[in-house]
């Protein structure tokens, strides 16, 4: 019996020409220039989220790459996690920047692919983060930069064996990503002061 054929893998370009045949042909319909204009922004919006990927760089916000395999299980659980809310996503990120010695460290998960709605994302981002070892408090929205989409910041602290260690949490939601910094020792207005220039360093759209 010969072996069976395997699935065929979904194509995120057939879901851009639907939509944008689907543009068409209200245009054909009726409407003219009025649903162009009302439509056209979403469709390049579409086609920008589909080549949107993140990448996890050699250094980040000046800090170098740290490779210890223990850090790294935690950043692979939390990617795993983030896998788990965008199944079809394209591109994935997770890594930690720093010196362990100075505890000056930066947490990078992110991961690309099609996002309905950013900002109830965002708000799942948070949601997930906040768990019986992590709290996050004042939350609170900035400006997400250039690259567009929603972003917030917030106070973390992390309880570990009775200690408690603080981070400042970044996360961005856009149409074609969501990804999350969590720098150490620093509340999140701290951590908002590199934020924006570190997503560019790690969302290529």
Not at 81 to 100: E, K, R
Not at 159 to 170: N, Y
């Amino acid at each position: 019996m010969p072996p069976t054929a395997p699935p065929k893998k979904k194509s995120r370009a057939g879901r851009i020409v639907l939509i944008v045949l689907a543009v068409v042909l209200l245009l054909c319909v009726g409407g003219g220039a009025a649903l162009y204009f009302a439509f056209k922004d979403d469709v390049s919006g579409v086609v920008a989220a589909a080549n949107t990927r993140v990448v996890a760089p050699d250094t980040l916000g000046g800090k170098p790459k740290i490779t210890d395999p223990a850090l790294q299980s935690v950043v692979d659980e939390m990617k795993t996690q983030l896998n788990g809310d965008l199944p079809d996503a394209t591109s994935t990120a997770a890594a930690f920047y720093g010196d362990i010695a100075k505890k000056d460290l930066v947490m990078l998960v992110a991961a690309s692919g099609l996002v309905v709605s950013p900002e109830q994302e965002l708000d799942k981002t948070f949601t997930d983060l906040n768990s019986a070892s992590m709290t996050i408090k004042n939350i609170k929205t900035v400006e997400a930069g250039p690259l567009g989409g929603s972003a917030k910041c917030g106070d973390g602290a992390i309880t570990d064996a009775g200690a408690e260690l603080t981070i400042g949490v970044c996360a961005w939601a856009d149409n074609g990503s969501v990804g999350m910094f969590g720098v150490y020792n620093v509340d999140g207005a701290a951590a908002y002061k590199n934020f924006v220039a570190m997503r560019a360093e790690v969302e290529k759209q």
